[in-house]
């Protein structure tokens, strides 16, 4: 979502008249997208800036700016710590960037925006896409779960999803501009239609990829086991141009340790659902996400992921 997220930044300034700066050029912006999910992130972020900082005291007309989930969580710490950022952006205002920048070179002051909930989808914004033949799509942004481990709910709010015409649109249009495969993409991709009360809305998503002309390769990240209904196993299999391949976080084998993370299936529930994509996708590539070491995980509790996996 972060890659995505930087493709629309990217997009965002070009449309605003900015140009990518040379590998060997001395850029006249530099933006953050951060992320905030791994504990180093607030080094790494204040180690940058402060590396940055010396070309900030000798070009005024340099700029910097910090978007991202850390900017959503630390709002205005950043400029507290680093008074020579010029402008902070949270997750859910990515399209007022450009404003922002000129604001600050105007005002010569710092600018903070941080909303609270989505205005506008994301992906009504214009992008620079890193491959001309492989794109992600957004479906949804935000999650519902409450995972204890995950800060995603609290810097990117409550699901919200798109139209499936909104989607598709986007979808022939990127086929007609030559991308041949796409990766829909949603914090918890599954529950695609919770937000307008259609639960068969994925598999009737990936059914609907399956008739673009053009479109060779569809691929999604991530379900969760808790929302995978079989309807979209069968759309798997039943929708040529949708890839084999379930990427499906586990997190953990153990009953315990699931209910301690809070997520809301257990092992048997895993897999049945493997279970059920192997008898109906015989060549289905499996891949997942493992946590161990999880707070209070006993060797026991260890073996049991060991044992599932
Ligand atoms: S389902 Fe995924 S995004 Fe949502 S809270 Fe859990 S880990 Fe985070």
Request: aromatic share 6%.
């Amino acid at each position: 979502m972060n890659v995505h997220d930087s493709e629309r930044i990217s997009g965002l300034l070009i449309d605003a008249g900015y140009t990518q700066a040379l590998a060997d050029s001395q850029p006249d912006l530099v933006v953050f997208n951060t992320c905030a999910v791994r504990e180093n992130a607030d080094n790494k972020l204040y180690g940058n800036l402060s590396f940055l900082a010396p070309r900030k005291k000798s070009d005024p007309n340099f700029q910097i700016a910090v978007g991202g989930c850390m900017a959503q969580k630390d709002q205005d710490a950043i400029i507290k710590r680093a008074p020579y950022v010029d402008v902070v952006f949270g997750t859910h205002n990515i399209g007022s960037l450009p404003i922002l920048l000129e604001r600050a070179r105007i005002e010569e002051a710092s600018q903070v925006e941080i909303k609270e909930s989505l205005e506008h989808f994301p992906s009504t914004l214009p992008v620079k896409r890193d491959s001309a033949f492989s794109a992600w799509v957004s479906v949804s942004v935000g999650c519902n779960n409450t995972c204890t481990f995950c800060i995603v709910p609290q810097l990117r709010g409550i699901e919200k999803d798109r139209s499936m015409d909104e989607i598709m649109k986007e979808v022939r249009a990127l086929v007609d501009q030559g991308v041949i495969e796409i990766t829909l993409l949603g914090q918890n991709v599954n529950a695609y239609g919770v937000d307008f009360g259609d639960r068969q809305a994925f598999a009737k998503l990936l059914r609907e990829c399956g008739k673009v002309d053009g479109l060779e390769r569809v691929r999604f990240m991530s379900p969760h086991p808790r929302d995978f209904t079989d309807d979209v196993i069968d759309a798997m299999a039943q929708t040529k141009n949708v890839m084999p391949h379930l990427h499906m976080p586990l997190q953990s084998g153990s009953d315990q340790i699931l209910q301690a993370m809070r997520r809301s299936y257990r092992r048997d529930r895993y897999l049945g659902i493997i279970q059920k994509v192997k008898s109906a996708i015989p060549n289905a590539a499996i891949t997942t996400d493992i946590i161990v070491g999880f707070p209070g995980e006993t060797d026991h509790d260890f073996e049991q992921t060991i044992d599932l996996v």
